[in-house]
C-alpha cells in the first residue's frame, strides 16, 4: 500500500505543472562545473566561535546566500560524516526559489574545527547535545531567527536529531522543518539499541571512546555500489571527484567513534519517548526513503506519529541521501518542500494579521 502511495505521489507530482531541476541528470557535470560550483564558491567561508566549553576552542565554518533581508531564511544542517559541499544543490535550489541560505559544517565535520581528543580521523564528539547547542548559538547569532523574520530548517539524517533536540527545547526560533530521511534510529545490525549503548558505553569507559566502533573503519575513497546514499550515478560523481580531490582529501572522516555512537544511540532513545515528542510545537515534514540502509523507518514512524505537527511523505525508489536523488523522485520531493513552506509562510502571514 505504501509503495503504490508513493507511486501517485510521483506521477501526481510530474503531472501537475512544471517543476525544478527536472533535467540536470544527462549534463550534470557540466552543468555543475559551470553553473552549481562557481555560485557556492561566490560567497567566502566565514567562522563562528562556539560558545560550547570545550578543551580548545572549536570554529564553526559556514556560508551565506543571501538575497533580500526581508526574505524567508532556510537554514541546511547536514548529516552524519557529511559537509556543507555535500548539500550545495539544494542550498542553490532554495536559493533560486528565493530563500535567504545558510550552511554550517558542525563541529568535527569539513573545515570547521577537529574535536577528537586523540586527533583520530573518527567521528566523535564529547556530547551529542553540544551539536544542538551549536544550532541554537547559530540561528540566534548569525542568521538572527525570529517571529518576524521566518526561519526554516532543512536538515538531513544526523541534521534531523539534531533539528528535533533545537525544536523542543527552542520552538521559537523555528516556523517549519524539513526532515529528510532523519536519524531517530540508527542501523545497527540487529543489535539491540540499549545494547549498542552499554557496549559503546563500556568501550569508552575503558578508555577507547574515541577509537572506531565495531565495524567502522578510516577514510575510503568512495565507491558506487547499492549501499551508495543515493541513486543518482552523476550526482554521486560530482561529489566523489570533489571529495578524494588533493585539496579535500585532508578534510575526509572515517566511521564513527564508540563514544560518539553511544552520544547518538542515547538521543534517538530520547527522541523516541512518547512524551518527549508529543510536546514538539513546529511543523515538520519528513521524508522517509524506500530503500534507507543507513537509518531505520521505525524511527520515522514513531517520532511521526507522536509530534503533533508532523507529516511523513514516503518516496519509492529512493536511497538515504533524498536530496541528491535522481532528478524524477527528486523533483517531486522539492515540490512537496515548496508547497510545504508556502503552507507556513501564509500561516506565519496570516498570524501576523490577527495580531
Known amino acids: 500500500m505504501q509503495n503504490w502511495l508513493g507511486l501517485l505521489f510521483i506521477i501526481f507530482a510530474l503531472t501537475s505543472g512544471s517543476l525544478p531541476a527536472t533535467d540536470r541528470e544527462p549534463q550534470y ?3 555543475a562545473a559551470q553553473e552549481l560550483f562557481p555560485w557556492f564558491q561566490s560567497q567566502p567561508d566565514q567562522f563562528l566561535t562556539s560558545k560550547v566549553p570545550s578543551a580548545q576552542p572549536v570554529q564553526l565554518r559556514y556560508k551565506s546566500f543571501l538575497i533580500d533581508a526581508a526574505r524567508p ?12 559541499e555535500k548539500l550545495m544543490e539544494i542550498a542553490f535550489d532554495f536559493h533560486q526559489a528565493d530563500y535567504n541560505v545558510y550552511l554550517y559544517d558542525q563541529r568535527g565535520y569539513g573545515r570547521s574545527t577537529r574535536i577528537n581528543p586523540e586527533g583520530k580521523d573518527s567521528i566523535y564528539v564529547d556530547e551529542f547535545v553540544h551539536y544542538k547547542k551549536d ?11 525570529s517571529h518576524s523574520k521566518p526561519t526554516f530548517l532543512f536538515a538531513h539524517s544526523m541534521g534531523g536529531l539534531v533539528s528535533a533536540l533545537l525544536m523542543h527545547d527552542r520552538p521559537d526560533l523555528i516556523a517549519g522543518a524539513v526532515l529528510s530521511a532523519p536519524m531517530f534510529s540508527i ?12 557496549l559503546a558505553d563500556v568501550a569508552s569507559a575503558l578508555g577507547f571512546g574515541s577509537s572506531y566502533a565495531f565495524g567502522q573503519v578510516g577514510p575510503r575513497q568512495p565507491e558506487f555500489n547499492d549501499h551508495t546514499g543515493t541513486g543518482s550515478r552523476p550526482r554521486w560523481q560530482a561529489y566523489a571527484d570533489f571529495y578524494s580531490s588533493p585539496e579535500e582529501w585532508p578534510y575526509a572522516l572515517g566511521g564513527a567513534s564508540f563514544h560518539w555512537l553511544g552520544e547518538a544511540v542515547r538521543q534517538s532513545i530520547l ?12 511543523p515538520v515534514l519528513l521524508f522517509q526513503a524506500e530503500n534507507d540502509t543507513f537509518v531505520s523507518a521505525e524511527g520515522q514512524d514513531a517520532f511521526c506519529s507522536r509530534a503533533p505537527r508532523c507529516r511523513k511523505v514516503f518516496v519509492p525508489g529512493t536511497r538515504h541521501e533524498i536530496y541528491r536523488e535522481q532528478d524524477a523522485p527528486r523533483a517531486a520531493y522539492l515540490k512537496e518542500i515548496w508547497k510545504f513552506l ?12 490577527t495580531h
Not at 541554537?136 to 538572527?144: S, W
Not at 508556502?342 to 494579521?353: H, K, M, R, S
Request: glycine share 6%.
Open 29 to 31: 557535470s557540466t552543468w
Open 73 to 84: 531564511q532556510v537554514v541546511i544542517v547536514h548529516g552524519y560524516g557529511e559537509r556543507i
Open 135 to 145: 544550532l541554537e548559538q547559530f540561528l540566534t547569532e548569525v542568521v538572527g531567527a
Open 187 to 198: 542501523q545497527l545490525n540487529g543489535v539491540p539499541r540499549r545494547m549498542a549503548l552499554l
Open 271 to 282: 527522541v523516541d519517548d512518547e512524551a518527549w515528542a508529543s510536546q514538539l510545537k513546529t
Open 342 to 353: 508556502d503552507e507556513q509562510l501564509n500561516n506565519t502571514t496570516a498570524a501576523a494579521t
